[in-house]
């Protein structure tokens, strides 16, 4: 069974959303749970039983509740806290700790394409040129259809708060299109990954501890790209197939 934080309902700063969304309430629930549920896991891996599931090698800690309320108050978009993982420390909104084993367990294939990089480091534009790359220059479907649906992100799911959500959804409650486009961009990537039959273009800023352990394993190869900006030079990995 599933294992809940309940301290973030005592915040000062979630009470009175919940007051006023109370629908939003079984989202907060789902957004504290420490593991995957029974469903979580066979949606992961399309009902695969082959496919052994492997536990989170890391230890996921909140960070302390003063450095906490600083964050909070500055990075608005999230409600519930932030957490640090494994002995690097590396640093991520709570929703992570909900995904961390998903992420892990994710099953790469021999003919992925990913991107692995630093935030704010010039991703977008290497996306756009790895895709068009693989795609024989199709500008027209590059112009057609928005980047993030023909190269997820991983793990941007982990960056939306439930309660952030509910409040989108409440705003543009007019206008069914917003909505739906809410929905989608806030489905979980890997959801739609495992339904994926066609070649796979995956972007993630997660460090290579935390990725599937198989990813180079499944016939891939890596291939290190330069982008180089006004600031010091950046580093991309681009895991391609054979």
């Known amino acids: 069974m599933p294992t809940f934080n309940f301290r973030v309902l005592a915040s000062e700063a979630i009470r009175p959303i919940v007051r006023r969304y ?13 593991t995957p549920t029974e469903e979580l896991v066979k949606d992961a891996f399309h009902n695969n039983n082959d496919v052994k599931w492997l536990k989170f090698p890391f230890c996921i800690s909140d960070i302390d509740a003063r450095t906490s ?9 999230e409600r519930s806290g932030f957490v640090r993982v494994g002995p690097k420390k590396w640093f991520f909104p709570s929703g992570y700790r909900r995904n961390a084993e998903i ?3 994710f099953q790469p294939r021999s003919d992925d394409v990913w991107i692995v990089t630093f935030p704010r480091s010039g991703t977008t534009w290497t996306q756009e ?19 993030d649906a023909r190269f997820p992100f991983l793990e941007f799911n982990s960056f939306v708060h ?32 495992v339904k994926t039959t066609q070649k796979r273009f995956i972007k993630t800023h997660l460090p290579f501890a935390l990725l599937p352990p ?16 006004a600031q010091p030079q950046r580093c991309h990995c681009v895991v391609l197939p054979p």
């Open 103 to 105: 992420y892990y367990n």
């Open 129 to 147: 040129l790895v895709w068009l790359l693989a795609n024989n220059l199709d500008y027209g479907t590059a112009s057609r259809v928005p980047l």
């Open 22 to 34: 109370p629908h939003s309430y079984s989202l907060l629930l789902l957004s504290m749970m420490d």
């Open 69 to 77: 309320a600083r964050l909070l108050n500055d990075f608005t978009g």
């Open 162 to 193: 439930p309660l952030v959500k509910t409040e989108f959804l409440e705003e543009n409650k007019s206008s069914p299109e917003k909505c739906s486009l809410i929905e989608e961009v806030t489905k979980p990537a890997w959801k739609k990954l």
């Open 214 to 229: 198989n990813l180079l394993e499944v016939g891939c190869k890596v291939r290190t790209s330069y982008l180089r900006r």
